[in-house]
């Protein structure tokens, strides 16, 4: 599977998470309001729900496919379709491990390592630091 396969993948069962859902009524302060439970398999629903302040009646693919990129350290899908291998790489090991760090950590992480050593690392180099700062430290 390509590593855009597989974010497609990722996107499909997000999607299939949050068609999962089930309108339960509950009352607040007296007044009768309908929310949504989910028995999701792939992803934490509830949260990304609120993470990203998703309109639960109407939620797309194409949205899913946003939330997706996000959480792999991308600024859109778009931007996640025309990046490098490397740094589609990166953002597997990301998604992979969305448990243990943020993206905008990682990438701060970089950032401060490539000013301290006065280098603009490659995106091979890149991967590289973050297959070893993954294996070592998460």
């Not at 390509?2 to 009524?25: C, G, H, M, S």
């Not at 946003?66 to 350290?73: F, N, P, S, Y």
């Not at 390592?113 to 297959?131: H, P, Q, V």
Request: glycine share 4%; charged share 30%; net charge negative.
């Amino acid at each position: 599977m390509t590593t855009i396969e597989y974010f497609k993948l990722q996107a499909k069962n997000l999607f299939r998470d949050w068609k999962t859902k089930v309108p339960v009524k509950e009352k607040i302060a007296g007044k009768e309001i309908i929310i949504y439970e989910y028995s999701p398999k792939y992803f934490d629903i509830d949260q990304i729900v609120c993470d990203f302040d998703l309109d639960e009646d109407n939620f797309t693919l194409m949205q899913a496919q946003h939330v997706i990129a996000i959480l792999a350290g991308f600024d859109s899908w778009a931007d996640l379709l025309k990046s490098s291998e490397a740094k589609l790489e990166i953002g597997k090991i990301l998604l992979d491990n969305r448990d243990k760090i943020m993206p905008d950590d990682w990438w701060q992480f970089i950032g401060a390592s490539e000013d301290l050593s006065g280098t603009i690392f490659s995106d091979e180099t890149k991967l590289a630091l973050c297959e070893y700062w993954i294996k070592e430290y998460i």
